[in-house]
């Protein structure tokens, strides 16, 4: 009966939800309730999560959720009014920021904040040229597609727009520069510097869009001193520099709040999204009063939606729940014991287990055959995942080849749950191996 039900549904979803509307996993999981790290499907099975980097503070946490209900059934409109939880929420907000970042527009989504970050950024410089990182992924809108090689480069995608630069992603396992070379971050950021240069030769640049830690990349740490000397370039040709936070912030990375505060820069615009609400549509981009300033030339800035009570009362209900519940301190502490843990497993699977990268919750496993980085296994990458659904842990895939498994769990994750996350992945090696799929 349930086979049927299930069969039923997804026909229902074939026939009206856009067909590349994509599923998770080679037999999708028919979900029905939530709560802290894990999910449940209809049969009342129950899945850690493992990836669900959005739901920050964990599946319908009681306090965000109180903390909606409560206002939605007080008071929610349009942001053309006043209400006192937009500066409460704010003044909150930006304790976290460095002070140059002062100024806060609201939006709904992280795609929505990357796109407003690209008005504001060609507003600012009048400039038409563009750099990004390969393989970067900063949205779905028709502009931010045109700014992610992760998109515009795969099937489907169009190619990149003549205005659109890319800087070779510093991949130290199978990039062009790898650890074993000498001077190989030098090499990435003096080419980077040089094509900076080429592009304002002719040309103005308007901004550069990157993320700290490059997760569709491939889980991407930048190498030291990168982005600083990148975004040093890039202010010295009067262009924007864009750190979009939009799956890296609030806390995941461990040891800061923010992953660009590792590098040791600060972005003229920041974009955040996706985890700043628990789910809920809230984003933001904060930026500098200069660049608000000139933002504000005459034409409105008006949204009916970004920045609503109920939204901002769930942005604030989740810096609550880090704050009171230690979350930053969980992410370095369980981090860094998953990446020790997911080390002994390339030690015991040198052959498929090639590097294990990260920071804090937010973690690559990259697999391989015969122990070589230019072998990137997608068939294991594949099998992993779907084997350790079988088995309750919800993981995914990422990277160019497909072949890095990614860990982004909600950051209430305890050492049971991320013991149970690495006996899980051992299990599901072990059987591909042993098994000779």
Known sequence: MYVIMKNKIINNRLNHIGPNFSLHYNEPIHLVKSKGMYLYDINGKKYLDAIGNINIVGHCNDHVVESIYKQASILNTNTRYLYNIMEEYSEKLLKYFPKKLSVIYFVCSGSEANDLALRMANNFTNGSEYIVIDNAYHGHTDSLINLSPYKFKSKGGQGRNSNVHILDMPDAVRGKYRFNENQWINKYINEGKELIDNVAFNKKISAFFSESILGCGGQIILPPNYLKQIFNKIKSNNGVCVSDEVQTGFGRIGKNFWAFEEQKVIPDICTVGKPMGNGHPIAAVITT?????????????????????????????????????????????????????????????????????????????????????????????????????????????????????????????????????????????????????
């Open 289 to 437: 009063r200069e660049i608000a300033d000139s933002f504000n030339n005459g034409m409105e800035y008006f949204n009916s939606f970004g920045g609503n009570p109920v939204s901002l009362a769930a942005g604030k209900a989740v810096l609550e729940v880090i704050e009171n519940n230690k979350l930053q301190e969980n992410a370095q502490k369980i981090g860094n014991y998953l990446k020790i843990k997911f080390n002994d497993l390339k030690n015991k699977f040198p052959d498929k287990i090639c590097d294990v990268r990260g920071e804090g919750l937010f973690i690559g496993v990259d697999l391989v055959e015969k122990g070589n980085p230019d072998l990137p296994d997608s068939k294991i990458a594949n099998f992993i995942i779907n084997h350790s659904k079988k088995l309750g842990l919800l993981l995914s895939t990422d990277g160019p080849y497909d072949n890095v498994v990614k860990i982004k769990p909600p950051l209430i994750i305890n050492i049971d749950e991320a013991n149970y996350l690495i006996e899980c992945l051992d299990k599901s090696i072990n059987y591909y191996i042993n098994n000779n799929i």
